[in-house]
């Protein structure tokens, strides 16, 4: 794009009011389908509006992540060392990848690399909330240590 253009398209952003985001995520996420997202997002978590938008691109719909009888998609194997049953909760991992906290390995030959996977876009909203998160009540900002 050329300076022009560029110049153009900042303009028509502040014409129509676009650099205060929620004017057109608000809108979006009032929708009836994503009630019961949000209100588990901002009671239970208290995200942001900007996070909310951000995480819900990921995981909706929530079905995706289950198996085809809609339900948490669990597979009960055995150990290779104790010979123990292990659950392996496949549902669980999925969404964990998309949001970008799980490591992925990448083992080829002699090289071993683990690396994140998922929405870089998720993943920091999703962590910038867990690492810093503001107390509304007391005006402090609260660090968050796992």
Not at 7 to 36: H, M, R, W
Not at 105 to 128: C, E, P, Q, T
Request: net charge positive; proline share 4%.
């Amino acid at each position: 794009m050329t300076r022009r253009l560029w110049a153009e398209t900042f303009a028509q952003l502040l014409v129509n009011d676009y650099s205060n985001p929620g004017t057109f995520i608000y809108p979006a996420l009032t929708k009836d389908k994503f009630s019961e997202y949000i209100s588990v997002m901002q009671d239970d978590f208290q995200f942001g509006l900007n996070q909310q938008a951000i995480i819900l691109s990921q995981i909706y719909p929530i079905e995706k992540f289950f198996g085809s009888d809609y339900r948490p998609e669990i597979i009960v194997s055995t150990g290779k060392v104790s010979g123990k049953p292990t659950t392996k909760d496949l549902s669980l991992r999925r969404f964990r990848k998309i949001l970008g906290v799980v490591p992925v390995r990448d083992w080829s030959g002699s090289k071993k690399v683990h690396y994140r996977s998922g929405s870089i876009l998720a993943m920091n909203a999703f962590w910038s909330w867990c690492f810093v998160r503001v107390d509304i009540e007391s005006g402090y900002i609260v660090y968050v240590h796992y």
